[in-house]
């Protein structure tokens, strides 16, 4: 809602635990392939929650003065039975999609294509079919990789992230990951970490990773941006060696 007394809705985020097929080493979303067997109650609540119904409650309290896409995020929408019920009740708006790109869905292209402010974001966190499925727990890189192209040949403005961790911070992972990203042109590459882990006491490799990609992608002229999530001062380390001050882009 918004601040200082504000009625209307400036931002919003949807992210029910719905199902995933993948089980990604960093995911703590209750519906991801690992944990949805422990979680099924809260995934069944999530497939319960009539999203369209809920815009048109918004809409008819005209509560919404929207500052920025509406956030589809949690589980993976792709698979969902109701998936165009939920992307038609969204579709008057720009939204940021958060999708695995496992399967290619038409209607998202369409969405993601507009130039409306609407886009999608979508980690793949490897440059080798190997890293991949170890990373993400399924033997899908090379669809992954052809759908994104399929989104970018067709017009989608693309945000593509890439989590550090152990398994994949070595160059031949970086040096696949980014030559993909040369291909496809995307809005920003978001170099993150692992939320889940120690952020003071990370393998110093990793670190070397962020720099390494850093460096790599101001050489290839893609823009990126490095999220805040490596410590204060393994981020001063990074901020020093890539001789910038401020916010990292």
Same mark, same amino acid.
């Given at each position: 809602?918004?601040?200082?007394?504000? +009625?209307?809705?400036?931002?919003?985020?949807?992210?029910?635990?719905?199902?995933?097929?993948?089980?990604?080493?960093?995911?703590?979303?209750?519906?991801?392939?690992?944990? *949805?067997?422990?979680?099924?109650?809260?995934?069944?609540? &999530?497939?319960?929650?009539?999203?369209?119904?809920?815009?048109?409650?918004? #809409?008819?309290?005209?509560?919404?003065?929207?500052? #920025?896409?509406?956030?589809?995020?949690?589980?993976? *929408?792709?698979?969902?039975?109701?998936?165009?019920?939920?992307?038609?009740?969204?579709?008057? @708006?720009?939204?940021?999609?958060? +999708?695995?790109?496992?399967?290619?869905?038409?209607?998202?292209?369409? $969405?993601?294509?507009?130039?409306?402010? +609407?886009?999608?974001?979508?980690?793949?966190?490897?440059?080798?079919?190997?890293?991949?499925? #170890?990373?993400?727990?399924?033997?899908?890189?090379?669809?992954?990789?052809?759908? /994104?192209? =399929? !989104?970018?040949?067709?017009?989608?403005?693309?945000?593509?992230?890439?989590?550090? $961790?152990?398994?994949?911070?070595?160059?031949?992972?970086?040096?696949?990951?980014? &030559?993909?990203?040369?291909?496809?042109?995307?809005?920003?590459? $978001?170099?993150?970490?692992?939320?889940?882990?120690?952020?003071?006491?990370?393998?110093?490799? *990793? /670190?070397?990773?962020?720099? !390494?990609?850093? =460096?790599?992608?101001?050489? @290839?002229?893609?823009?990126? =941006?490095? $999220?805040?999530?490596?410590?204060?001062?393994?981020?001063?380390?990074?901020?020093?060696?890539?001789?910038?001050?401020?916010?990292?882009?």
């Amino acid at each position: 809602m918004g601040g200082g007394g504000s +009625s209307k809705i400036h931002v919003l985020a949807i992210s029910p635990s719905y199902p995933c097929q993948l089980s990604c080493k960093y995911c703590a979303v209750p519906g991801n392939a690992r944990e *949805i067997e422990k979680n099924r109650e809260a995934v069944c609540q &999530a497939k319960k929650l009539d999203i369209a119904q809920m815009m048109r409650v918004l #809409e008819e309290k005209d509560v919404l003065d929207l500052k #920025e896409p509406i956030q589809l995020s949690a589980g993976e *929408i792709t698979i969902l039975s109701n998936k165009k019920e939920i992307l038609d009740s969204l579709s008057k @708006y720009p939204v940021q999609v958060f +999708s695995n790109c496992v399967l290619y869905d038409a209607q998202i292209s369409e $969405m993601i294509s507009r130039k409306d402010g +609407s886009f999608l974001n979508v980690s793949v966190d490897a440059g080798t079919r190997e890293t991949y499925r #170890e990373v993400k727990g399924l033997d899908a890189y090379d669809r992954v990789l052809s759908h /994104i192209r =399929r !989104y970018a040949q067709e017009g989608a403005v693309i945000e593509i992230k890439y989590i550090l $961790m152990p398994e994949n911070c070595d160059r031949e992972n970086i040096d696949g990951f980014l &030559a993909f990203c040369k291909e496809i042109s995307p809005r920003a590459l $978001m170099i993150s970490g692992d939320l889940n882990v120690d952020h003071t006491n990370l393998p110093a490799k *990793i /670190i070397d990773g962020v720099i !390494y990609m850093a =460096r790599q992608a101001e050489r @290839y002229g893609i823009p990126y =941006r490095i $999220m805040p999530y490596f410590g204060d001062k393994n981020m001063e380390r990074i901020q020093e060696e890539l001789n910038v001050t401020g916010e990292i882009k």
